[in-house]
Every structure is written in structure tokens, then in C-alpha cells.
């Protein structure tokens, strides 16, 4: 079975806004779509750059407020066909956050921050059989079941992902959100 490779944004992404990793987030891929389909009461609005990845970010906005910032990104020259919007990913039930590399090399944080922070302001790797335990400890076993099985659909890649001390997402029994897997 020939496997997809995730070697960029640009193919990744798509790829995980259409589920394909399991486990996400509410996203919409527009105002007018977030206006449509429901609110979460937080939003993180996120700028996609041309390669794919994220660029400007906001979180925590209030449903509320969404359209109005939005607007203002819109009349500061933002491209609003770039423009998603997610529900904001509750930190502060984080357990635990990080990059997974598939030989259980894990860096990550505890810090109950979102991860581009919490990674540069208290990231710090293991490895092995401790890593194993940890994420088996801290994950329910769908989600466990869910992390074993991408592992073993994208050997060499590295899986982003954050673990809740609460059940969240679009699949029932999932305290894990998976962000990326990615081998570049």
C-alpha cells in the first residue's frame, strides 16, 4: 500500500481539514461558513500563508467578536480567502503537548500554553519506553488506538499533537488532538 507523504503545508494541511487525521477541532474555512454553521465559544483566527502554513493568529476570541476582527484583519490588507477560523483549543486543561517523532522521540511541555509557546518556553525531549507511557497514561485508549494507527500509516513523520485532561474534538471518546503529521 503506497502511503501519502506529508511533505509540506500546502498537501498536509487539506489533507487535515478534511479529517484525515483523526481527531480535530471545529474549523471553518471562512467567515461566512463560521457564521453558518455554529459558533464555538472561542475562536482562534488564523492568516494561511501561500505555502500553507499559518501566519498571523489570534486566540481566545469570543464568538462575538469574530466577524468584527475578522473585518479589521480584511481592511489591514489580509487576503480573506486566507482567513480560517478554528475553536481555540482549551489549554488550560492541557496534560501534555509535542512533536512525536516515530521512534518515540517526544519533544514537548507540560505548560498549559498554546504550543508554539509552550514548546519555547518549557519544551524538553524524551524518549522510549517513558514517552510510551506517558502519552499511554495520559491518552483514553481511542485515542491511543488513533496515535498507534497513524504511526503506523506515516513511518518517518512527526505527529504534532496535544492531550486533554478532558474528552473535545469531532470523534467521541478522544481526549487527543492531532495538528500535523509531517515529514519536512
Known sequence: MKVMEFRSKATEVPFW????????LRSCPSLAAFERDGQPCNAT??????RGGSGRCEYGIPSDKVASRVRTWISEGEDPRRIVIRETAPDH??????????DWSFYHSRLRLPMREALRK???HAAGFRVRY???????PASWEDLLALMGLYPDHVIELSVYEMLLGNLRG???????????
Open 134 to 140: 506517558m502519552l499511554r497514561c495520559f491518552m483514553t
Open 17 to 24: 481539514e478534511a479529517d484525515g487525521f483523526g481527531n480535530k
Open 45 to 50: 483566527i488564523m492568516y494561511i500563508s501561500g
Open 93 to 102: 486543561r492541557l496534560l501534555v503537548n509535542g512533536e512525536l517523532s516515530d
Open 174 to 184: 478522544r481526549n487527543t488532538i492531532v495538528w500535523e503529521v509531517r515529514k519536512y
Open 122 to 124: 518549557g519544551g524538553m
